[in-house]
Structures are given as structure tokens and as C-alpha cells.
């Protein structure tokens, strides 16, 4: 196994920050590695925004659904697929309007996930701990009011970077079988994947640093994903709030 | 600049591959890799399906718009948003299914992304070159069909990994300040900033190795952006597929 890849499988998400800060150079380092990340044909349709304000961390912190480590984070980056850039670029050439379809917001959204990982990647290599935080989606408008986004940008995720001040267990995942597929797509199996990696799951929650996490029953991956998908629309405003932002999910 | 930034500094597209096999041992390295990276609260929801059968990755290039590269790769991974597996995992507790949004469509898609990107990145710490190729999705139900997806799984990407037969330049970024915000989103000095990196880029197209590409002007990244994006949707077909598979965009 060779440094990176052990680096990467070292990867967990780190919710306690030393009230260290991130030199500005390390931060531009980390964000030139996130723009050398693959990118749909060089349209590099993402934009980061960082926010170090300890006040708009706090904000954050809370429209994410008090997540205490947005606060507590010296650098709270927030991720945005950005399609205002193309738009600005095609405008030096003609003063037309980009036409919106799902693909364009597919296009955007994934520059800005590759982009983000590559930056996840080079923070843990100088010795970071980070998470992304998904829940600025709660109140995608309250995100882009504080981060005073233009039309055609939405924040796809935050992510936290800082020097750890906590060092969890690494937690488990699915047994490869459960997402490697070899020709075509097998579900053979599938079942019993799951139920082996629930019994891992509620090993990992009752053995962790830092203590277990409800009853065993409870700690079951798939009675997680149950309790958290069954009958719920999660986040039913994301819709509408992209419409008005100018993406068109048609 | 430490070993894992470098390499990751290092990345280009590579299109071009020796007649050498990834071996399996490697293969599942990468995928075991991509699979420590992070996951939206551990859903995981995504799959891979690794294509080495020739017939079927001279299909695919077809489909992909005649990208050689896939049928010359020895191993094609298509990376899939894959919902089935929460369903099937849900299904364990409770006969129903998943409320089916935008939001949820997005946590799968970006759930593949950031995985993808750790195999891309595992795959190029062991030496291994890759290509994402969008060009799958100019035809997904061909690639649906093929890979036997079932419903609630799309074929996002591919991803050529393969031993390189070619040493490209790396492509220059945009600008720092074009992607790089602090606190609040600026369009300050955009334009500047796109116009300077057309004249990179034109340098970059007459001087790279293997040869230039166009006239001077047909060189500029903001002149590539109006030709791509003026007026035209692409993969208009995104929508309705995605439907049909099971993704309601609402």
C-alpha cells in the first residue's frame, strides 16, 4: 500500500477542531490541487467560497442544523457548482443566455464534487482533519444571502478544515461485494451484504473511542437507512430553490 | 509540496493506453479505496461496474461518441448513483419505497463522484492513467442496458484506467481568483481573469506536445464555452431517462 492510497483509507470525519488556524498559503494550496481535479471537457463550472468569520461561521453552523464543528472550524469552504462563469465566458462572445437543462446541472454539480474530494485529499495530506457538511442545504437561500451568490451558483456542500482535536476509529463500509460489480450489475447477494454489514456496524458503534450509540438494533445500517429514507422527503424545497437560483431541472 | 499533492498536481487526461491489463489484486485496491471516501451520513449509495469484456467496451466508446480510448482501456469503470441498494436496505424493515426528489438524486450522484475521484486518484498513485468520459451519458439506456442496471441506478460516468501509452502536458486551471472566493462571491476582475487564461490557453494548444489544435482564436477557453454552450442543450434526453429509471427531479 503506498502513502496516498494509505492516506486515503485513513480518511474519517473529524467534528472537533483545535482553535488552530490555516495558514492562507496552505489554504491556496490545497484549492490549486482541487483545480488540477478532472473536469467535464475544462469547464471547471465550480466556485469555492471560504469563510473564516467566526460570526458567519455561526450561522452556518446553524442553518446546517447546529453542526457546533462549522462554528468551531478555522475555515469553513463552501463548495459551489457554478455555471454565472460559463455564462460570463459565453457572454464575451455573444449576449445570450446559457439554455438549462438537467445535464448542465449534472455538469456543474460533479466539477464541483470532483474538485471538493481533490481538496479533501490534499488537506489530510498536510495534516487536516475535514467533513463535509451537506446540511448548508437545509437553507440553500440563507447560504447563498450569506454567501452573496449571484444567479446560476448554488452551494452544493460546506466542508471543514482544521487541525483535529479528536482522533475517531475509521468508520466501516459496505463489504465490497455490496458495490463492486464485474460485466453487469449483480443483486445477487446483495441481501446478505447488508445484513453482514449491519452486525459490523453494530460492532463498530458499540466497540468505538468515544462511546456506543443506542441499542444494538438501533445501530443497524439498515434500519438507519430505514429510519432516514422510509415514506421522507428529505430537503423538498431543494426544487424550487434551484428554479429560482436559474438552474432548470428539465 | 508533499508526495500526495504532487501527484495530485500531476493529473491529466490520458486517452491513450498500453495493451497491459490492470490486474485484479490492483483493481479491487482502488475500488477498496474509493470506497473510504466521504459518504452523505454512510448511504453510500452508489456502485461501480468494471467492464473489461472488449465487445462491450467497443460499445461503449460507440455510444460515448467513438471514444477510442474505451475500447483500448483494458478496464472501463462505469460509476453509478445507485438508490437500489437503500431501497433493498430499507426493505429489510418495511415494504415500501423511497420518496423520490431532487435532493435524494443529488446524495447518490454526488455519493459516485466523490468515489470516483478516490479511485482516480488511488489509480494514479500505482501508476495507472485515466479519462472520465461523460460521453456515457449521451446514451444512458444504451449503458443501462448493457451493465443490467436496475431501476433506481444510472450510469453517471466512466473512468478509463489503464497503463499510459502517452505523456501529455498537463492542462492548465483557470485563474486561482476565478475559482477562489473569500467570505462573499465576487465577480470582480472575472472577466480579466477569463481573458488572461484565454491567452494561456491559446499558448498552451500552439506549443503542447503532439501537436496545436485550431487557429489562435479558436483556442480561447471562453470562445470553447460560447461554441459548446450557445443555445444548445445538450443531452436533452437527461431528463425523461432519469424518470423512466426511477428519479423524480421534482
Redesign the interface.
Known sequence: ?????E?????R?IRRYKDTDVPEEHL??I????????T?????A????????PE?RRKFAELAGNQQQVAETPVFLVW?ADL???R???R???D?E???????F??A??DA??A???A???AE??GYG???I?GI?NNPQAATD?????PL?YP??GLCVGVPAQDPD??P??P?G????????S?YG??DE??AYDETMSHYYATRKGGGKGGEDETK??????R?????????H??DF?HRRGFE??
Not at 7 to 11: A, D, G, N, Q, V
Not at 31 to 38: C, D, E, H, L
Not at 46 to 53: K, L, N, Q
Not at 146 to 150: A, F, G, I, K, R
Open positions: 500500500m503506498n502513502e496516498t492510497i492516506l486515503l483509507r485513513k480518511h470525519s491556496r494550496e484549492i490549486v490541487t482541487a483545480q488540477a481535479a478532472p467535464s471537457s475544462n469547464i471547471q465550480y466556485s469555492v467560497v471560504a469563510v473564516r468569520d458567519k459551489c454565472n462563469k460559463i460570463s465566458a459565453v464575451l462572445h455573444e445570450t446559457l439554455s438549462q437543462n438537467v445535464e448542465l449534472l455538469l454539480t460533479i464534487a470532483l471538493a474530494q481533490n479533501t485529499v490534499a495530506s498536510l475535514t467533513v463535509y451537506g442545504r450569506l454567501l452573496e451568490l449571484p451558483v452544493v456542500f475509521i468508520r463500509r459496505l465490497i455490496a458495490v463492486y460489480h464485474r460485466e453487469t450489475y443483486e446483495l441481501e447488508i445484513r445500517w439498515s434500519k438507519e437507512m430505514w432516514r429514507f422510509d415514506g421522507k422527503r428529505q430537503r423538498d431543494m426544487h434551484l431541472l428539465k
